[in-house]
């Protein structure tokens, strides 16, 4: 048996209680469904889906910023959720975010330099002059010059303001980063940068890396596995090069062919995709599956996730063959 | 193909006193008849204020320093008086934006905001004027329009919202469409529906399109013709697959192979050191040669100009002139 993973996310689901008015009822909404998803120490592993599949929601449980209404999150080992405040304290320092929109995630009256200095305060790694040092060092550990230090975040560009928001992550040695988005709001250009210089960092550093993002063309540069989710629920995980050659999931197959090549759009009647209410008893892709095999069982019964032949997982009655 | 709209040397500055800022630096195109012509570029380029300009949309402190902007028949858009502008925007030439939360009205249900376009535009009943709406929301692929033009923005998804923004461009039958970033706020499948349905439209009714976006992809999926933007300025402009199989210019070579593919993996992408230059400092000579690989004393001293370097494709760089210069 090898070791444990770093993060074991097993069982979870969350559901949420909309209100729709002062005296109506609330309404459940089922964010999360049953997700159970392991990282390995590491490893990258791509989280893919639309917006409300439930992607940031599985961050934030597993972070312990949400707790999870059935399910249990391990990050090495620990329950996240049955920790002690000092115990949580102490993993926060393990495990760290970065998110989509570096400007809204930097106080703008505060020097980055500040930023990145105080959660190594908070978790009292530094101080002193020893201090310093370390936020100079983070500094050129993501290619920033170390006289940017005393600048505010509207003195930077989007691409050193997004260094920054790593470096912060990285200031407190931790041994997972859990990426929200982080290039999707840069330039190509920049974009390119930053996935290398992510690339780099996890060389170095050896961390692992839990990449949500809704672009696949970056999720299959950076990532060594993909786990694809759609209306809460993981409908396909898999090896990036097998699960990009062959999708067994009708919704990663139909994922895959809207990735633009450079192949001109022919022209063919397109109509809304808008997906019929699931139910709660069937398969949550049904009402807009194109996939030849689809029948009464896809209506009534909930396909759960099941290995197939080549090291997969796949949540579909007719994708793929059983192991 | 006919020409249907020239533009010729536009020039528009943002900022007051003696150094405005320019932020679009002299672009000159035309778009045939029924044509799509992609614009790329990265934040700040000049991409959405060159389209905006062909409208006239420029608020202050902005404004339209000198150009041209003339349609098929004749008129010079930019010199045009603001009633017969108005005849043409949304009507004639429309357009759509990137937000369509933002862009449509929260408080008015989406048949009042189409027929209110049409009414504008045309003499026609209320009545009439639903029916006309019933049916574009029927052509842009809105399931149930009968009962979908009761609802109100925030009842639809942002697919279907951005499809709402479509028909109310599509109400007056335009033969120019400026789609600027038209599907960057829709998640990846809805993103390839409404490529799809643009494609279709575009096919169906004749239209010419005028396609911006920082996503080479989607310009990739729809141009003609791609033109790339760097520093307000177009650098290069060739037919999309020519451009994307063989670009000449540094820039549209760097930005095309920076950009991650979902087709292909690779170990490491090519970057393209630094950043875009801000439009109040852009840099003497050439705007990229701080950032290009294969600049010389020529680049850095002289803006080369836009000049034809092949059949159908236009490139500003002196590498044109001496080949041999090229950074491998």
Same mark, same amino acid.
């Given at each position: 048996m090898t070791e444990h993973p770093l993060v074991s996310i097993t069982g979870v689901s969350k559901v949420f209680l909309t209100r729709r008015g002062l005296f109506q009822a609330g309404r459940e909404h089922r964010a999360l469904d049953d997700v159970t998803l392991h990282v390995r120490r590491g490893e990258t592993v791509g989280l893919v889906g639309e917006s409300g599949s439930g992607k940031t929601t599985i961050a934030? =449980?597993?972070?312990?910023?949400?707790?999870?209404?059935?399910?249990? %999150?391990?990050?090495?080992? =620990?329950? %996240?959720?049955?920790?002690?405040?000092?115990?949580?304290?102490?993993?926060?320092?393990r495990m760290q975010l970065v998110f989509q929109d570096a400007t809204g995630s930097l106080n703008p009256r505060v020097t980055v330099g500040d930023a990145i200095r105080e959660p190594v305060m908070v978790h009292g790694l530094h101080t002193g002059a020893a201090l310093a040092d370390h936020v100079a060092a983070l500094f050129e550990d993501v290619g920033l010059d170390p006289a940017l230090t005393s600048k505010y975040p509207h003195e930077l560009s989007g691409g050193q303001r997004q260094r920054v928001a790593i470096a912060r992550a990285l200031s407190v040695q931790p041994e997972l980063l859990v990426l929200d988005e982080p290039v999707s709001a840069l330039d190509v250009s920049i974009q390119a940068q930053v996935l290398n210089l992510l690339a780099d960092l996890r060389e170095r550093h050896g961390l692992t890396y839990l990449f949500i993002a809704h672009d696949l063309a970056v999720v299959r540069h950076l990532c060594?596995?993909?786990? %694809?989710?759609?209306?809460?629920? =993981?409908?396909?995980?898999?090896?990036r090069t097998a699960l990009f050659a062959d999708p067994k999931h009708p919704y990663t197959a139909a994922l895959l062919s809207t990735v633009p090549g450079s192949e001109r759009l022919e022209s063919r009647p397109a109509r809304s995709d808008e997906a019929g209410d699931a139910g709660a008893s069937g398969c949550p892709y049904v009402g807009v599956c194109g996939h030849p095999e689809r029948d009464a069982r896809c209506r009534t019964e909930r396909p759960v996730l099941r290995p197939t032949a080549s090291a997969r997982q796949v949540a579909c009655h007719h994708g793929g063959n059983d192991v | 193909m006919s020409t249907i709209l020239s533009v010729r040397d536009l020039?528009?500055?943002?900022?007051?006193?003696?150094?405005?800022?320019?932020?679009?630096?002299?672009?000159?195109?035309?778009?045939? +008849?029924? +044509?799509?012509?992609?614009?790329?570029?990265? /934040?700040?380029?000049?991409?959405?204020?060159?389209?905006? /300009?062909?409208?006239?949309?420029?608020?202050?402190?902005?404004r339209i320093g000198s150009g041209s902007v003339v349609d098929y028949r004749g008129r010079n858009l930019l010199t045009l008086p603001a009633a017969a502008l108005r005849e043409i925007r949304g009507a004639e030439?429309?357009?759509?934006?990137?937000?369509?939360?933002? /862009?449509?009205?929260?408080?008015? *249900?989406?048949?009042?905001?189409? #027929?209110? #376009?049409?009414?504008?535009?045309?003499?026609v009943g209320r009545r009439a004027a639903r029916d006309r709406a019933i049916e574009l929301l029927d052509l842009v692929g809105v399931p149930e329009p009968e009962e979908r033009i009761d609802a109100y923005p925030h009842e639809l998804s942002g697919g279907l919202q951005q499809r709402v923004m479509l028909a109310i461009a599509l109400s007056c039958e335009p033969t120019i469409l400026i789609a600027d970033e038209p599907t960057t706020a829709l998640d990846v499948t809805v993103q390839a529906q409404v490529l799809q349905l643009l494609a279709d439209l575009r096919r169906r009714l004749g239209m010419a399109m005028i396609v911006i976006s920082h996503d080479l992809s989607v310009v990739a999926q729809l141009a003609?013709?791609?033109?790339?933007?760097?520093?307000?300025?177009?650098? +290069?402009?060739a037919p999309t697959r020519a451009m994307? /199989?063989?670009?000449?210019?540094?820039?549209?070579?760097?930005?095309?192979?920076?950009?991650?593919?979902?087709?292909?993996?690779?170990?490491?992408?090519?970057?393209?050191?630094?950043?875009?230059?801000?439009?109040?400092?852009?840099?003497?000579?050439?705007?990229?040669?701080?950032?290009?690989?294969?600049?010389?004393?020529?680049? *850095?001293?002289?803006?080369?100009?836009?000049?034809?370097?092949?059949? +159908? *494709?236009?490139?500003?760089?002196?590498?044109?002139?001496e080949p041999a210069r090229r950074s491998p």
């Open positions: 934030r =449980i597993l972070l312990g910023l949400l707790a999870p209404t059935t399910g249990s %999150v391990q990050f090495d080992g =620990i329950d %996240v959720h049955a920790a002690n405040s000092m115990t949580l304290r102490a993993l926060r320092r060594d596995a993909v786990v %694809v989710m759609y209306r809460g629920r =993981i409908v396909e995980t898999g090896d | 020039w528009v500055t943002f900022g007051t006193g003696l150094t405005p800022t320019t932020a679009v630096d002299g672009v000159s195109f035309d778009l045939a +008849e029924g +044509e799509t012509l992609g614009i790329v570029g990265e /934040s700040g380029s000049g991409k959405s204020v060159t389209a905006l /300009s062909l409208l006239r949309l420029i608020d202050a402190p902005g030439i429309a357009m759509v934006f990137q937000d369509p939360a933002g /862009s449509l009205n929260p408080v008015l *249900r989406i048949g009042e905001q189409i #027929t209110e #376009t049409i009414r504008a535009h045309r003499t003609d013709r791609t033109a790339i933007m760097y520093g307000g300025q177009f650098v +290069e402009v994307f /199989s063989e670009a000449v210019h540094p820039y549209s070579r760097a930005l095309i192979d920076a950009t991650p593919r979902a087709d292909r993996a690779i170990a490491r992408l090519p970057t393209i050191p630094g950043s875009v230059p801000s439009a109040t400092q852009w840099p003497r000579g050439c705007r990229f040669h701080p950032r290009c690989g294969s600049a010389w004393a020529r680049c *850095r001293e002289t803006l080369p100009p836009l000049v034809r370097a092949a059949e +159908e *494709r236009d490139v500003r760089c002196w590498l044109t002139e």
